[in-house]
DNA sequence: TCTACATAGATGCAATTGCATTAACTTTGG
DNA sequence: CCAAAGTTAATGCAATTGCATCTATGTAGA
């Protein structure tokens, strides 16, 4: 009998906790960067990832399994950025079904932009509020909730 | 000279976790209900809520600063509620512009439904993954970056 | 009292999301 | 080589969300 239907005190504090500051720090980002007259947090996610990617670009199905977004989101989302000429889309030799995603100069220098805004809201919501070791902390105990329990 | 326009990488690093592991969390959450047959996680923390007041009931506008939800959420939600027949509206002697919001008998069985399943999925997906003191420690650091720094 | 302003809650409409399906390939197994 | 099954990405349609506004009522000050 390892199976506990109902949660301990501190297990739903916990949850509790993790659910409503997330909310919170997602919103004030997501608050600052409309404030500044820019594109959603989302923007962000895709063009950090295609950008750490490089030429190379990534594959649609690549951007789903780190972002973590729906299929139909990541395709919407592209067509998006593709229509503000952010990112552009080409053919991929081996796959006629596929397409390979590249983030353009104007997709970087968006990136840059969003980000000086968005690092802001994160030193001053997280970075401000703890030391590096409770930083450390947070990472640590929070990792090991992932679920499924893998990857970074 | 106090103010960082760049966050340490610790700070980025337990942002993105959090952001991550607390969406994770909540869509397995919402999924478990969603294959029990249940509503979404929303109507839940309305419904608590509304258990917790007892009697008396609630202002819609109390469910906004308890739950966080806009208004027009609470609005649409509170009918959605009403129509199934789990909440009821009622004058407010005072306030000719309000009314408070009572859970009814069919409300309370509904979170109670509820919760047999929220609640395991909390304590599979938080309570088995940390120690007592652990969680403790999360809610403790959590808490530190509530924003506004405030309130439970 | 009358006017100006504030607060409570609902709602029209456009944009976004989610679900289910579809179209266009690829791969596998006979 | 062919049929069946799998993968990749897009999309029609209904439901939900977000924004701005609106109605109704309450409050404060001239």
């Given at each position: ?107 970087r220098e968006t990136r840059r932009k969003m980000w000086a805004v968005y690092g ?33």
């Amino acid at each position: 009998m390892t199976k506990k239907a109902t949660p301990s005190p501190g297990a739903i504090k916990a949850w509790a906790r993790l659910m409503r500051v997330s909310r919170q720090l997602m919103e004030s980002a997501e608050e600052a960067l409309k404030a500044a007259g820019l594109s959603p947090l989302a923007w962000y996610d895709v063009l950090h990832e295609l950008a750490e990617a490089g030429e190379g670009g990534l594959r649609p199905f690549q951007l789903i399994e780190r972002t973590l977004f729906a299929q139909y989101s990541i395709s919407r989302l592209l067509a998006r950025l593709e229509a503000d000429g952010l990112v552009e889309k080409l053919p991929v030799a081996d796959d006629g079904r596929g397409q390979t995603i590249r983030i353009t100069a104007n997709g970087r220098e968006t990136r840059r932009k969003m980000w000086a805004v968005y690092g802001r809201s994160i030193a001053d919501l997280v970075g401000a509020k703890l030391s590096a070791d409770e930083l450390t902390m947070v990472s640590a105990l929070l990792g090991r909730l992932r679920h499924p329990p893998a990857s970074d």
